[in-house]
């Protein structure tokens, strides 16, 4: 049993180290290194119908909690919703928003010091809304699967799944059929959503390796907004006050689900001192 778990270990630590070296390869100017990365990702956390997930072998679903960096999502804006990265654009900074053109997407690739950013136990971290257009909204999972799917990746590690395996795209990226038009996921933004995921996700084990002690006092609550099977939060009871209402709940949502909210003052081996807000 130990020889197992053992050989588990070395796997997952293998595939941090990888997913690690591939990130440095997309901040280089190689953007293919997204795939590598989404293969890795669904090697780590994807439990399909012919195997279970590393993560789900090793039990870290109640021990290992995850960051998210999301921006807050504002379904009040008509803009699209890109949660985990921001525009790059051509023009001068002080030039009106028309006249503006978006470059390119980058990745945050950092964590807020003063705890605005949140931790996630891993069914809301995988499924929180990350990118959203008005014909559907995108989580994690779906960032992820998506990429990992693609024909080069397909049968790396397994099987893919249909529902993100058979997507129509096009020169620029993956169409999602609606009812009023068709929206697309364009590469550039997708790939850099997965390289911030993948920020997320070694900074999250860099946090489980690192803590040798903590202690945890019950801060506020949060609402859960969920889909069919995506998630975003927004503050407690925003829902029961017009203003907030209109500028914080999707229309499209099923139902609100609450989560309680904890801050963690943490202690590392090395002696040094953090936090994080945990939302669970």
Not at 97 to 105: L, V, W
Not at 242 to 247: C, F, G, H, L, V
Request: overall charge negative.
């Amino acid at each position: 049993m130990n020889s197992t778990r053992n050989m588990l270990e070395k796997e997952m630590k293998s595939l941090l180290a990888q997913l690690a070296v591939s990130a440095r390869q997309y901040d280089n100017g190689n953007e293919a290194a997204a795939l590598g990365l989404a293969v890795g990702v669904r090697a780590i956390f994807h439990n399909s119908a012919k195997t279970m997930s590393l993560f789900n072998q090793l039990q870290l679903k109640n021990n290992v909690f995850l960051l998210s960096t999301t921006a807050q999502y504002i379904p009040g804006y008509s803009l699209n919703y890109h949660g985990l990265v921001r525009e790059k654009s051509t023009g001068a900074a002080e030039a009106a928003p028309e006249t503006k053109k978006t470059e390119g997407y980058l990745p945050l690739c950092n964590i807020d010091k003063e705890f605005t950013n949140k931790w996630h136990i891993f069914n809301d971290w995988w499924n929180e809304l990350v990118v959203s257009s008005k014909i559907r909204p995108l989580s994690r999972q779906d960032i992820v699967l998506t990429i990992a799917n693609q024909d080069e990746g397909a049968h790396i590690d397994g099987e893919p799944d249909d529902n993100y395996s058979r997507l129509p795209c096009d020169a620029e990226g993956w169409l999602y059929a609606g009812n009023e038009q068709e929206s697309m996921l364009p590469y550039r933004v997708a790939y850099a959503t997965m390289r911030q995921i993948v920020f997320e996700i070694l900074k999250s084990f860099e946090y489980f390796e690192n803590i040798k002690s903590y202690s945890r006092r019950a801060d506020i609550k949060l609402n859960a907004l969920c889909f069919n099977d995506v998630i975003y939060f927004a503050p407690f009871e925003c829902e029961k006050y017009p203003m907030t209402a209109e500028a914080l709940v999707d229309k499209r949502f099923k139902h609100i689900e609450r989560r309680e909210v904890y801050f963690d003052s943490l202690i590392f081996h090395d002696g040094n001192k953090n936090g994080r807000i945990i939302a669970m």
